[in-house]
C-alpha cells in the first residue's frame, strides 16, 4: 500500500514532442506528489508538485495531472528538449513528509 | 530556490577506514534530515531520517552502528561510513525539507572504498 508505481521505465520522445510519465498509488493517505528531475551524478531537483485538491498543475512547458479518483497522477512534459533528457521521479508522502519514490524513468530526446 | 550543500562530491577511502559526508541547509533551516543511498539505474532508497537534535530514525535493513548520522544543528547533518568495505560503495544524497513539504537535495557524494 506504501508502493507507488511508475511507467514507463523508460521513454524516448522526439524533439517537440510530448513526454508522458505516469504514477499510481494506493495509499490514500498521501496528500503531496511531486515530481523530481535527476541528471546523471546528481542529487534530485524538484520540479513540480501537487496535492489532491486540484486537478491540474502547470509550470512553464511542465504540467502535472492528478486523477484523485483513480489514484493516478501523471507528468506531461511539452515541446520536449534534449535538455529534457534526464531520469524522472514521482513521489508521495502523507502526513509524516517521508517520501514514497516511484522507480524512475530514464526520458531521453531525440534531436 | 533552497540551496543544500553535500561534501565532498567524491571521495575514495580505503577498506577498513571510517569517511564523514556533510549535508548544509545553505539559506533555510531544516527540521529534517534523510540520508538516501542510490545504486545504479536504481531509485533513491531511504537510509535514515535525522531530527535536530535527536537520534536518526533509521530504516530497516540499514545498520546503525555502520553509518552514523549527526544532525547537531538546523543546518548540519553528517554522515559517517564506518569501516567501510568495497559493497559500501554507492551514491549517497541527503535531503532537507524546510517547515513546509518540499525537500531539497544535495548534489550527492559518490564514495568508492578500495
Known amino acids: 500500500q506504501q508502493q507507488v508505481k511508475q511507467s514507463p521505465q523508460s521513454l524516448i520522445v522526439q524533439k517537440g514532442g510530448i513526454s508522458i510519465i505516469n504514477c499510481a498509488y494506493e495509499n490514500t493517505a498521501f496528500d503531496y506528489f511531486p515530481w523530481y528531475q535527476q541528471f546523471p551524478g546528481k542529487g534530485p531537483a524538484l520540479l513540480i508538485a501537487i496535492r489532491p485538491d486540484v486537478s491540474e498543475k502547470k509550470e512553464g512547458r511542465f504540467t502535472i495531472s492528478f486523477n484523485k479518483s483513480a489514484k493516478q497522477f501523471s507528468l506531461h512534459i511539452m515541446d520536449s528538449q534534449p535538455g529534457d533528457s534526464a531520469t524522472y521521479f514521482c513521489a508521495a508522502s502523507a502526513s509524516n513528509y517521508q517520501l514514497i519514490w516511484g522507480a524512475g524513468t530514464k526520458l531521453i530526446i531525440k534531436p | 530556490g533552497a540551496v543544500v550543500s553535500q561534501h565532498p562530491s567524491r571521495v575514495i577511502c580505503k577498506s577498513g577506514t571510517s569517511v564523514k559526508i556533510e549535508c548544509r541547509s545553505l539559506?533555510?533551516?531544516?527540521?529534517?534530515m534523510f540520508w538516501y543511498r542510490q545504486f545504479p539505474k536504481q531509485s533513491l532508497m531511504l537510509m535514515a531520517t535525522s531530527n535536530e537534535g535527536s537520534k536518526a530514525t533509521y530504516e530497516q535493513g540499514v545498520e546503525k552502528d555502520k553509518f552514523l548520522i549527526n544532525h547537531a544543528s538546523l543546518t548540519l547533518s553528517t554522515l559517517t561510513v564506518t569501516s567501510a568495505h568495497p559493497e559500501d560503495s554507492s551514491f549517497y544524497i541527503c535531503?532537507?525539507?524546510?517547515?513546509?513539504?518540499?525537500?531539497?537535495f544535495g548534489e550527492g557524494s559518490w564514495l568508492t572504498v578500495v
Open positions: 539559506d533555510f533551516q531544516a527540521t529534517t
Open positions: 535531503s532537507a525539507r524546510d517547515f513546509g513539504r518540499t525537500l531539497y
